[in-house]
Protein backbone atom coordinates (compact mmCIF):
# COMPACT_ATOMS: atom_id res chain seq x y z
CA UNK A 1 0.00 0.00 0.00
CA UNK A 2 1.25 3.67 -0.85
CA UNK A 3 1.51 6.68 0.43
CA UNK A 4 -1.80 7.54 -1.65
CA UNK A 5 -3.71 4.69 -0.42
CA UNK A 6 -3.66 5.23 3.14
CA UNK A 7 -6.40 8.49 2.37
CA UNK A 8 -8.49 6.37 -0.24
CA UNK A 9 -8.63 3.30 2.72
CA UNK A 10 -9.74 5.73 5.59
CA UNK A 11 -11.83 7.29 2.55
CA UNK A 12 -13.48 3.84 2.36
CA UNK A 13 -14.21 3.48 6.44
CA UNK A 14 -16.57 6.65 5.90
CA UNK A 15 -19.69 4.37 4.51
CA UNK A 16 -19.29 1.97 7.19
CA UNK A 17 -21.57 1.51 10.50
CA UNK A 18 -20.37 0.00 13.65
CA UNK A 19 -21.90 -1.14 16.42
CA UNK A 20 -19.68 -1.00 19.53
CA UNK A 21 -21.12 -2.91 22.41
CA UNK A 22 -19.60 -2.97 26.05
CA UNK A 23 -18.42 -1.45 29.29
CA UNK A 24 -18.85 2.78 29.18
CA UNK A 25 -16.51 4.75 31.36
CA UNK A 26 -16.72 8.23 32.03
CA UNK A 27 -12.56 9.60 32.33
CA UNK A 28 -12.62 12.31 34.74
CA UNK A 29 -9.08 14.22 34.54
CA UNK A 30 -7.83 16.70 37.46
CA UNK A 31 -4.58 18.38 36.30
CA UNK A 32 -2.30 20.18 39.01
CA UNK A 33 0.92 20.70 40.45
CA UNK A 34 2.96 19.32 43.66
CA UNK A 35 4.83 21.94 45.47
CA UNK A 36 4.71 20.29 49.19
CA UNK A 37 3.77 17.19 51.25
CA UNK A 38 0.59 17.50 53.35
CA UNK A 39 1.46 17.56 57.42
CA UNK A 40 -1.26 15.81 58.53
CA UNK A 41 0.17 12.23 56.17
CA UNK A 42 2.95 11.97 54.62
CA UNK A 43 1.40 12.27 50.95
CA UNK A 44 1.75 15.07 48.37
CA UNK A 45 -0.70 18.08 48.14
CA UNK A 46 -2.11 19.07 44.21
CA UNK A 47 -3.35 22.42 43.80
CA UNK A 48 -5.53 21.80 41.13
CA UNK A 49 -5.41 23.77 37.87
CA UNK A 50 -8.05 22.57 36.00
CA UNK A 51 -10.20 19.74 35.07
CA UNK A 52 -11.56 17.54 32.10
CA UNK A 53 -14.26 15.13 31.21
CA UNK A 54 -13.68 12.50 28.61
CA UNK A 55 -15.50 8.96 27.61
CA UNK A 56 -13.89 6.20 28.09
CA UNK A 57 -14.19 2.27 27.66
CA UNK A 58 -16.30 1.16 25.32
CA UNK A 59 -16.86 4.94 24.64
CA UNK A 60 -13.67 6.03 23.74
CA UNK A 61 -13.43 2.99 21.19
CA UNK A 62 -16.96 4.69 19.54
CA UNK A 63 -14.88 8.04 19.47
CA UNK A 64 -12.41 6.73 17.55
CA UNK A 65 -14.43 4.65 14.74
CA UNK A 66 -16.42 7.88 15.02
CA UNK A 67 -13.41 10.30 13.99
CA UNK A 68 -12.46 8.40 11.30
CA UNK A 69 -15.66 9.09 9.75
CA UNK A 70 -17.84 5.37 10.24
CA UNK A 71 -21.68 5.50 11.60
CA UNK A 72 -21.15 4.32 15.09
CA UNK A 73 -23.91 2.85 17.17
CA UNK A 74 -22.45 2.55 21.33
CA UNK A 75 -24.29 0.05 23.24
CA UNK A 76 -23.48 0.04 26.65
CA UNK A 77 -24.97 0.68 30.38
CA UNK A 78 -25.13 3.64 33.30
CA UNK A 79 -26.18 4.55 36.53
CA UNK A 80 -28.88 7.01 37.04
CA UNK A 81 -26.29 9.31 38.65
CA UNK A 82 -24.53 12.59 37.60
CA UNK A 83 -22.02 11.07 35.85
CA UNK A 84 -24.84 9.89 33.23
CA UNK A 85 -25.86 13.25 32.91
CA UNK A 86 -21.62 14.46 32.36
CA UNK A 87 -21.88 11.37 29.86
CA UNK A 88 -24.82 12.32 28.30
CA UNK A 89 -23.59 15.61 27.81
CA UNK A 90 -20.05 14.44 26.38
CA UNK A 91 -22.47 12.07 24.08
CA UNK A 92 -24.22 15.06 22.77
CA UNK A 93 -20.94 17.20 22.29
CA UNK A 94 -19.01 14.78 20.47
CA UNK A 95 -22.05 13.83 18.15
CA UNK A 96 -22.62 10.20 19.74
CA UNK A 97 -26.45 9.18 19.29
CA UNK A 98 -27.66 8.44 23.11
CA UNK A 99 -30.36 5.79 21.76
CA UNK A 100 -28.20 2.60 23.33
CA UNK A 101 -27.43 4.25 26.48
CA UNK A 102 -29.44 2.26 29.03
CA UNK A 103 -29.98 3.06 32.34
CA UNK A 104 -29.59 0.70 35.26
CA UNK A 105 -30.37 2.19 39.06
CA UNK A 106 -28.58 -0.34 40.93
CA UNK A 107 -25.51 0.28 39.46
CA UNK A 108 -22.80 3.61 39.48
CA UNK A 109 -22.06 4.98 36.14
CA UNK A 110 -18.44 3.51 35.60
CA UNK A 111 -15.70 6.46 36.63
CA UNK A 112 -12.12 7.06 36.64
CA UNK A 113 -10.74 9.86 38.31
CA UNK A 114 -7.49 10.62 37.13
CA UNK A 115 -4.76 12.96 39.46
CA UNK A 116 -1.92 14.39 37.95
CA UNK A 117 0.86 16.87 38.18
CA UNK A 118 3.11 18.32 35.31
CA UNK A 119 1.79 15.19 33.49
CA UNK A 120 2.38 12.39 35.95
CA UNK A 121 0.22 10.62 37.01
CA UNK A 122 -0.47 10.76 41.27
CA UNK A 123 -3.69 8.55 41.73
CA UNK A 124 -6.89 6.96 40.28
CA UNK A 125 -9.98 6.87 41.75
CA UNK A 126 -12.72 4.36 40.78
CA UNK A 127 -15.95 4.35 41.15
CA UNK A 128 -18.05 1.29 39.56
CA UNK A 129 -19.96 -2.45 39.85
CA UNK A 130 -18.70 -5.16 38.61
CA UNK A 131 -21.60 -7.05 39.11
CA UNK A 132 -23.31 -8.71 36.01
CA UNK A 133 -26.18 -7.23 34.48
CA UNK A 134 -29.68 -9.00 35.02
CA UNK A 135 -31.84 -10.87 32.46
CA UNK A 136 -33.89 -7.50 32.22
CA UNK A 137 -31.07 -5.38 31.05
CA UNK A 138 -29.69 -8.17 28.93
CA UNK A 139 -32.34 -8.40 26.95
CA UNK A 140 -32.51 -4.00 26.59
CA UNK A 141 -29.11 -5.10 25.09
CA UNK A 142 -29.98 -7.75 22.53
CA UNK A 143 -32.87 -5.32 21.56
CA UNK A 144 -30.96 -2.46 21.20
CA UNK A 145 -28.47 -4.74 18.95
CA UNK A 146 -31.31 -7.04 16.65
CA UNK A 147 -32.87 -3.64 15.88
CA UNK A 148 -29.72 -2.56 13.80
CA UNK A 149 -27.67 -5.91 13.22
CA UNK A 150 -28.82 -6.15 9.46
CA UNK A 151 -27.67 -3.25 8.75
CA UNK A 152 -24.14 -2.74 10.13
CA UNK A 153 -20.54 -3.58 9.25
CA UNK A 154 -19.25 -5.05 12.08
CA UNK A 155 -19.56 -5.28 15.74
CA UNK A 156 -16.71 -4.45 18.33
CA UNK A 157 -17.04 -6.46 21.85
CA UNK A 158 -15.47 -3.98 24.95
CA UNK A 159 -14.99 -6.19 27.63
CA UNK A 160 -13.51 -4.01 31.03
CA UNK A 161 -14.90 -6.88 33.26
CA UNK A 162 -17.53 -4.65 34.61
CA UNK A 163 -20.82 -6.52 34.48
CA UNK A 164 -21.93 -6.27 31.39
CA UNK A 165 -20.79 -8.35 28.92
CA UNK A 166 -21.77 -11.97 30.54
CA UNK A 167 -21.08 -14.88 29.21
CA UNK A 168 -24.33 -16.16 28.09
CA UNK A 169 -24.80 -12.25 26.64
CA UNK A 170 -21.61 -12.81 24.78
CA UNK A 171 -23.14 -15.82 22.95
CA UNK A 172 -25.87 -14.73 21.75
CA UNK A 173 -24.49 -11.57 20.24
CA UNK A 174 -21.95 -13.41 18.33
CA UNK A 175 -24.90 -15.76 17.49
CA UNK A 176 -26.72 -12.89 16.18
CA UNK A 177 -24.05 -11.24 14.27
CA UNK A 178 -22.79 -14.71 12.51
CA UNK A 179 -26.19 -15.32 11.49
CA UNK A 180 -26.72 -11.97 9.82
CA UNK A 181 -23.13 -11.80 8.66
CA UNK A 182 -21.59 -9.24 10.48
CA UNK A 183 -18.12 -9.65 11.82
CA UNK A 184 -17.35 -9.83 15.52
CA UNK A 185 -13.98 -8.25 17.02
CA UNK A 186 -13.63 -8.65 20.48
CA UNK A 187 -10.99 -6.52 22.89
CA UNK A 188 -11.22 -8.99 26.28
CA UNK A 189 -10.23 -9.05 29.65
CA UNK A 190 -9.89 -12.13 31.75
CA UNK A 191 -13.34 -12.86 33.12
CA UNK A 192 -14.85 -14.60 30.38
CA UNK A 193 -12.09 -14.61 28.26
CA UNK A 194 -12.80 -18.07 26.75
CA UNK A 195 -16.56 -16.67 26.22
CA UNK A 196 -15.70 -15.60 22.99
CA UNK A 197 -15.48 -18.41 20.86
CA UNK A 198 -15.80 -18.01 17.27
CA UNK A 199 -15.63 -14.41 16.91
CA UNK A 200 -13.91 -13.14 13.82
CA UNK A 201 -10.87 -11.36 15.70
CA UNK A 202 -9.63 -11.84 18.94
CA UNK A 203 -7.33 -8.77 19.99
CA UNK A 204 -5.90 -9.72 23.61
CA UNK A 205 -2.88 -7.97 25.68
CA UNK A 206 0.11 -10.44 26.33
CA UNK A 207 -0.74 -10.14 29.92
CA UNK A 208 -4.31 -11.02 29.06
CA UNK A 209 -3.45 -14.20 27.33
CA UNK A 210 -0.79 -15.29 29.45
CA UNK A 211 -2.78 -15.08 32.59
CA UNK A 212 -6.12 -16.83 31.32
CA UNK A 213 -3.73 -19.67 30.09
CA UNK A 214 -2.23 -19.68 33.38
CA UNK A 215 1.44 -19.78 31.92
CA UNK A 216 4.48 -17.47 32.46
CA UNK A 217 4.83 -15.82 29.11
CA UNK A 218 8.13 -13.33 27.79
CA UNK A 219 7.75 -10.93 25.71
CA UNK A 220 9.67 -13.03 22.68
CA UNK A 221 8.68 -14.28 19.36
CA UNK A 222 8.78 -17.92 19.93
CA UNK A 223 6.83 -18.03 23.00
CA UNK A 224 4.18 -15.59 22.06
CA UNK A 225 3.46 -17.71 19.01
CA UNK A 226 3.13 -20.72 21.52
CA UNK A 227 0.75 -18.96 23.17
CA UNK A 228 -1.42 -18.62 20.13
CA UNK A 229 -1.14 -21.85 19.44
CA UNK A 230 -2.73 -22.34 22.55
CA UNK A 231 -4.80 -19.64 22.90
CA UNK A 232 -6.52 -20.52 19.32
CA UNK A 233 -7.58 -24.36 20.45
CA UNK A 234 -10.00 -22.74 23.14
CA UNK A 235 -10.54 -19.50 21.22
CA UNK A 236 -11.16 -20.63 17.37
CA UNK A 237 -11.34 -17.04 16.12
CA UNK A 238 -10.63 -16.58 12.27
CA UNK A 239 -7.69 -14.32 13.70
CA UNK A 240 -6.04 -13.59 16.93
CA UNK A 241 -3.69 -10.40 17.60
CA UNK A 242 -1.77 -9.90 20.73
CA UNK A 243 -0.45 -6.65 21.24
CA UNK A 244 2.70 -6.19 22.83
CA UNK A 245 3.63 -3.07 24.19
CA UNK A 246 6.76 -1.58 23.25
CA UNK A 247 7.26 -5.13 20.72
CA UNK A 248 4.70 -3.41 18.82
CA UNK A 249 2.00 -6.57 17.71
CA UNK A 250 1.61 -10.27 16.92
CA UNK A 251 -0.82 -11.61 14.42
CA UNK A 252 -2.34 -15.29 13.76
CA UNK A 253 -4.59 -15.97 11.35
CA UNK A 254 -3.00 -19.98 10.46
CA UNK A 255 0.24 -18.31 9.68
CA UNK A 256 2.08 -15.66 12.16
CA UNK A 257 3.01 -11.50 11.10
CA UNK A 258 4.88 -9.65 13.75
CA UNK A 259 4.63 -6.16 13.55
CA UNK A 260 7.16 -3.82 15.11
CA UNK A 261 6.49 -0.87 17.42
CA UNK A 262 6.83 2.48 16.17
CA UNK A 263 8.89 4.68 17.00
CA UNK A 264 6.86 7.67 18.19
CA UNK A 265 7.55 9.66 21.58
CA UNK A 266 5.00 7.93 24.01
CA UNK A 267 3.15 10.69 26.83
CA UNK A 268 0.23 8.01 27.69
CA UNK A 269 -1.21 4.64 26.73
CA UNK A 270 -4.21 5.14 27.69
CA UNK A 271 -6.69 4.45 25.52
CA UNK A 272 -4.46 2.86 22.83
CA UNK A 273 -5.99 -0.72 22.56
CA UNK A 274 -9.29 1.11 22.39
CA UNK A 275 -7.91 2.60 18.92
CA UNK A 276 -6.54 -0.65 18.18
CA UNK A 277 -9.93 -2.32 18.15
CA UNK A 278 -11.73 0.57 16.49
CA UNK A 279 -9.40 0.72 13.28
CA UNK A 280 -9.50 -2.67 12.96
CA UNK A 281 -13.11 -3.11 12.82
CA UNK A 282 -12.62 -0.55 10.18
CA UNK A 283 -10.64 -2.77 8.44
CA UNK A 284 -12.64 -5.75 8.00
CA UNK A 285 -15.44 -3.91 7.66
CA UNK A 286 -13.58 -2.43 4.29
CA UNK A 287 -12.27 -5.53 3.34
CA UNK A 288 -8.34 -4.37 3.85
CA UNK A 289 -5.95 -7.19 4.10
CA UNK A 290 -5.14 -8.24 7.79
CA UNK A 291 -1.68 -7.58 7.89
CA UNK A 292 -1.86 -4.16 6.66
CA UNK A 293 -4.80 -3.72 8.59
CA UNK A 294 -2.86 -4.53 11.85
CA UNK A 295 0.16 -2.12 10.26
CA UNK A 296 -2.33 0.67 10.04
CA UNK A 297 -3.98 0.00 14.08
CA UNK A 298 -0.54 -0.05 15.04
CA UNK A 299 0.40 3.18 13.43
CA UNK A 300 -3.12 4.61 14.72
CA UNK A 301 -2.09 3.79 18.62
CA UNK A 302 1.15 5.32 18.45
CA UNK A 303 -0.12 8.58 16.93
CA UNK A 304 -2.72 8.52 20.60
CA UNK A 305 0.04 7.48 22.91
CA UNK A 306 1.87 11.13 22.09
CA UNK A 307 -1.39 13.31 23.90
CA UNK A 308 -2.22 12.67 28.04
CA UNK A 309 -5.24 10.61 28.04
CA UNK A 310 -7.53 8.89 26.08
CA UNK A 311 -7.96 10.56 23.00
CA UNK A 312 -9.68 9.89 19.51
CA UNK A 313 -7.14 9.41 16.89
CA UNK A 314 -7.09 11.69 14.10
CA UNK A 315 -6.60 10.81 10.24
CA UNK A 316 -4.49 13.24 9.54
CA UNK A 317 -1.83 12.34 12.28
CA UNK A 318 -2.62 8.78 11.02
CA UNK A 319 -1.48 9.61 7.48
CA UNK A 320 1.33 11.55 8.35
CA UNK A 321 2.65 8.70 10.46
CA UNK A 322 1.83 5.67 7.82
CA UNK A 323 4.29 8.09 5.14
CA UNK A 324 6.52 8.42 7.42
CA UNK A 325 6.66 4.42 8.03
CA UNK A 326 6.93 3.65 4.14
CA UNK A 327 10.19 5.91 4.27
Known amino acids: MGASSIET ?120 SRREIDDAIEREILNSLESVVNSIDAVILEDYNKGLLSAPLIKKI ?44 NNNDGEVEEACLLLQQKIRADTIIVTRSDKGMTLYNGSFTHIAATSLEVADVSGAGDTVIGVLALGVASGVDIVMNATIANLAAATVCQEVGAVPVKSEKLIKAFQDHLQ
Open 174 to 217: IASAKANNVPVLVDPKHQNFFAYKGCTLFKPNLSEMAASLGILL
Open 9 to 128: TLHSFRSKRIAVIGDIMLDNYIFGHVSRISPEYPVPVVDVTHEDHRLGGAANVALNTLALGAKTILIGITGADHNRDLLLELFRSRGLATDGLICDPSRPTTSKTRILSQNHHITRIDVE
